[in-house]
DNA sequence: CCCGCCATCAACCGGATGGCTGATGGCGGG
DNA sequence: CCCGCCATCAGCCATCCGGTTGATGGCGGG
């Protein structure tokens, strides 16, 4: 198999360096080049045409999911796997949509690292254990009840038994306005009145942490 | 210090036996006799007048309630501390409103044993730390709010979104009644409507245990 | 025996609730 | 640019809800 060839792309000097120094004792791998912020992978990916670009997110002047999204844009062929260090699930699925072909943590051994960007670089798909359970936890449930923040709002007070006028003298909207957010509150938790709210409430946790 | 005159109450004679020897080998008890039921009890506590009795609630033929009851309908001096293996709630309560003065664990350790059944025979009150903390506890919430029977199915339906016309079809009865026991419900919740009585159902645990 | 609590039912009434239709503006994504 | 989602508002209306008053019967306790 010929050489994968790689572009590191990190804030971090030390990171890229740790990584150029994993890669290149390594067979099978060459680096290319390194970028320290998003706009500089993109020139980079589209002079050098990497096959694999290991990417970190949160990097100061162009992010990385921007980079991301410019790419895809551009049709780049290269195969970016972002490569984090803690996963927070807002920014994963972002990631994943906007083209990452892989998501890994940094905290992830050698080998899986080598191993992840041999399949990055055969078009494949590699997540994290822990990414991967949740992307598809996420993908299970489209969408069963993520109130609105106004929503929950509603929701709570209907929980203490405030009455749709005093909901809205509270909030400071009018009464019509409560109806529609609660109209919207049964439709999402799929039940018909406030009561019912409530329990689905609790039920998933939505109330009942004060 | 006199002697404190003793009379055992227990089905178990090797629970008798074991009292009987604890006191007798200890200065400053007497064991006047023992009895295997409630109505023994009370006879001989008539013809004996014991300082103090020792009772197990939990008897075949004369429940250590009834004599209890019986013992102070008579006037009978004798204190009685309640002395039972388990702690159940339900028989605490009864038992020191019947006139117990006392009521221990049978777990308790010796010297607890001794100095209660002094401090009874003192006419002082004795309790086990776990029933005297749930005592003050149920004393402190006067009427926390047990639901009734009814009442708790009414306020489960209405979780789940139940119309009163339903709650009433559901339960075989009329619509009247429902309405009836919502209002008690919302009483004893102190609440004014449906939606808060379910938020509070919740939060105290009445509902939620599927 | 009377009282309190539970459980049942009735009828009345005013206000609250929920469904429906429709509308506006902002914001983010394709 | 259009679409969807959020957030805001309006009016109409049938129905539901909750309060009140009043009544009955059973059961358990003082």
């Known amino acids: 198999m010929a050489e994968i060839s790689l572009l590191?792309?990190?804030d971090h000097p030390v990171v890229r360096n740790g990584l150029r120094?994993?890669?290149?004792?390594?067979?099978g791998f060459t680096v290319l080049a390194e970028a320290a912020n998003g706009v500089e992978a993109v020139d980079l990916a589209a002079d050098l045409d990497p096959d694999v670009i290991l990417m970190d997110l949160r990097m100061p002047g162009g992010g990385g999911l921007d980079a991301i999204t410019e790419l895809t844009r551009r049709g780049i062929r290269a195969k970016v796997l972002v490569l984090t260090t803690w996963d927070t699930d807002t920014d994963t699925l972002p990631a994943i949509?906007?083209?990452?072909?892989?998501?890994?943590?940094?905290?992830?051994?050698q080998d899986e690292l080598f191993?992840?960007?041999?399949?990055?670089?055969?078009?494949?798909?590699?997540?994290?254990?822990?990414?991967?359970?949740r992307l598809v936890s996420a993908v299970r449930s489209p969408?069963?009840?993520p109130l609105a923040a106004r929503e929950r709002q509603v929701l709570?007070?209907?929980?203490?038994?405030?009455?749709?006028?005093?909901?809205a003298r509270e909030l400071f909207i009018s009464e019509a306005t409560v109806k529609t957010h609660l109209s919207h509150v049964f439709t999402k938790l799929g039940v018909a009145d406030r009561a019912a709210a409530v329990a689905k409430g609790y039920e998933q946790g939505i109330l009942g942490r004060d």
């Open 115 to 133: 191993n992840a960007v041999r399949q990055a670089a055969a078009g494949r798909t590699v997540l994290s254990p822990a990414v991967a359970s």
């Open 8 to 10: 590191l792309v990190d």
């Open 21 to 27: 120094g994993m890669f290149e004792s390594a067979p």
């Open 156 to 167: 709570e007070l209907v929980a203490k038994g405030t009455s749709n006028r005093d909901i």
């Open 143 to 145: 969408a069963p009840s």
């Open 97 to 109: 949509e906007a083209g990452a072909t892989g998501y890994l943590l940094k905290d992830a051994p």
